[in-house]
């Protein structure tokens, strides 16, 4: 599986694929995941995620609960009876033989599962940073393996982020193989966060650029609102 995701802010994405990395880790004995961030500092803050995801497993939230929850906070239980974690900042090990690292070099090891965090800024910013990503992580990630690129743009059609995306873009389904990247975008227009009342701003006038923006927009079947 191989999946890029260029997005807007904040839809949750990356503490997705972080519970996705830690439940292949705890229910998989001797498996490996990465996560490729493009600042060492935002690694740390995800691989802190996971963390506290697995010291929160056997926690019981107060009040009746519902069948569901029940039978999570069992399995919660469960697991922490019978796998233990050690850290650090930029690696979880577990008992059963699975690690998740985290580097912004992409030089942690192979990984069966490789969660790659804002390559746009880093191909703009820098592009040997990113080459280095690809040779270094990407390619040891076997067939079969899951490969995740999360990204805001960055760069326009240039750069090795933007490559991905035009090989996201060739996926064609059932006619794709398991080495294929499929692309999933999530448009600005698409998080009801981007918006600002109209009102506050009653003689704001938009440039020709935003106009052109718009009416393409509309043409393309994005009725986008005076707010946003």
Same mark, same amino acid.
């Given at each position: 599986?191989?999946?890029?995701?260029?997005?807007?802010?904040?839809?949750?994405? %990356?503490?997705?694929?972080?519970?996705? +990395?830690?439940?292949?880790?705890?229910?998989?004995?001797?498996?490996?995941?990465?996560?490729?961030?493009?600042?060492?500092?935002?690694?740390?803050?995800?691989?802190?995620?996971?963390?506290?995801?697995?010291? %929160?497993?056997?926690?019981?939230?107060?009040?009746?609960?519902?069948?569901? =929850?029940?039978?999570?906070?069992?399995?919660?239980?469960?697991?922490?009876?019978?796998?233990?974690?050690?850290?650090?900042? %930029?690696?979880?090990?577990?008992?059963?033989?699975?690690?998740?690292?985290?580097?912004?070099?992409?030089?942690?090891?192979?990984?069966?599962?490789?969660?790659?965090? =804002?390559?746009?800024?880093?191909?703009?910013?820098?592009?040997?940073?990113?080459?280095?990503?690809?040779?270094?992580?990407?390619?040891?990630?076997?067939?079969?393996?899951?490969?995740?690129?999360?990204?805001?743009?960055?760069?326009?059609?240039?750069?090795?982020?933007?490559?991905?995306?035009?090989?996201?873009?060739?996926?064609?389904?059932?006619?794709?193989?398991?080495?294929?990247?499929?692309?999933?975008?999530?448009?600005?227009?698409?998080? +009801?966060?981007?918006?600002?009342?109209?009102? %506050?701003?009653?003689?704001?006038?938009?440039?020709?650029?935003?106009?052109?923006?718009?009416?393409?927009?509309?043409?393309?079947?994005?009725?986008?609102?005076?707010?946003?």
């Amino acid at each position: 599986m191989s999946d890029g995701v260029p997005k807007s802010r904040r839809h949750g994405i %990356s503490t997705l694929l972080e519970i996705w +990395a830690l439940d292949d880790a705890v229910f998989n004995a001797d498996f490996t995941a990465g996560l490729v961030d493009w600042k060492e500092e935002d690694g740390k803050k995800k691989l802190n995620i996971i963390k506290f995801a697995f010291e %929160s497993m056997d926690w019981t939230p107060p009040g009746e609960l519902s069948a569901d =929850e029940e039978f999570l906070v069992a399995i919660g239980k469960l697991v922490k009876k019978g796998i233990q974690a050690k850290s650090n900042e %930029s690696e979880i090990r577990f008992t059963n033989g699975s690690r998740i690292w985290t580097s912004c070099s992409g030089r942690g090891g192979a990984a069966q599962f490789l969660h790659i965090s =804002e390559l746009g800024p880093k191909s703009l910013k820098d592009p040997l940073g990113a080459q280095e990503i690809k040779s270094g992580s990407i390619n040891t990630v076997p067939t079969g393996g899951k490969v995740f690129i999360e990204s805001t743009h960055g760069g326009g059609r240039y750069g090795m982020f933007y490559e991905f995306i035009e090989l996201g873009m060739k996926w064609n389904g059932d006619g794709s193989t398991a080495l294929d990247w499929k692309l999933l975008f999530y448009g600005w227009d698409w998080d +009801a966060k981007n918006y600002i009342d109209p009102k %506050s701003a009653p003689n704001w006038k938009f440039s020709r650029d935003d106009e052109a923006y718009f009416e393409e927009a509309k043409r393309r079947g994005i009725e986008l609102t005076d707010g946003q």
